[in-house]
């Protein structure tokens, strides 16, 4: 999901798999939670052994979940190499190797809360793509959402699914950076087999600063495309 760090990404993920699993429970009429019959919550079942290939990750989640009100314990089964996460409400107090959990007063509640993070999750990412709508540098102004371009006395759009609109796109993001050949071709969606070639791309420039107005002969905007085994966009 855009515009969210890794770390909210991931969030949103695991919240939204410990969802379905509390669903499950409920539709399994488990009414009542106790140490023998738990639900129990293995990496594969909330799919986290992408999410959490380095073992720092689970302690960032746990420690964000922890802060926003979810009583929860994340922790590995080192004896099977698997993450574990229990739902249990008797969850015994004896000296024993601690296992994942997430505790409340009952299922209901545990899934209130977990529905309430995800709203405020993605109602902040909604916030955020609202704000950066429009792009700028300089005197050019790229609206994301229609793909209108404004720069100096020159207006035209360019359409989301054009490679112009994702090549600009990528550079505008990322000002006075370098772009590499190979992060354009993935802002490109390209891959292995229909990655294009520097001069293909250089032509995509080409084709951006003709519609732009940029050059003496085309409009007199100052080009703002800089060449540098790959591209960068040159704001001030």
Do not use: W
Request: charged share 35%; aromatic share 8%; with cysteine.
């Amino acid at each position: 999901m855009a515009n969210l760090s890794l770390k909210d990404q991931i969030v949103l993920d695991v919240l939204k798999q410990l969802e379905y699993r509390c669903d499950s429970f409920l539709l399994q009429k488990r009414e009542k939670m106790d140490k023998n019959n738990p639900l129990k919550i293995t990496a594969g079942d909330i799919e986290l052994t992408t999410a959490f290939d380095k073992i720092e990750k689970i302690y960032d989640v746990e420690k964000y979940l922890q802060n926003e009100g979810l009583d929860i314990l994340i922790t590995f089964d080192f004896q099977n190499d698997i993450l574990l996460a229990f739902i249990d409400d008797y969850h015994p107090s004896e000296d024993s190797v601690k296992i994942g959990e997430i505790r409340g007063k009952n299922i209901e509640s545990i899934l209130e809360k977990i529905k309430d993070m995800i709203y405020r999750i993605e109602a902040m990412q909604k916030r955020e793509t609202q704000e950066i709508r429009v792009l700028t540098c300089n005197g050019l102004k790229f609206d994301l959402n229609s793909g209108d371009v404004s720069y100096g006395k020159t207006k035209t759009n360019f359409k989301p699914e054009d490679d112009g609109y994702k090549l600009l796109s990528a550079l505008m993001k990322k000002p006075n950076i370098r772009i590499s050949y190979e992060e354009i071709n993935k802002a490109l969606g390209k891959n292995e087999n229909s990655k294009k070639d520097d001069r293909d791309i250089s032509f995509i420039i080409r084709n951006i600063r003709k519609k732009m107005g940029i050059g003496k002969n085309n409009g007199g905007n100052k080009n703002i495309f800089i060449p540098c085994n790959g591209y960068r966009i040159e704001c001030k």
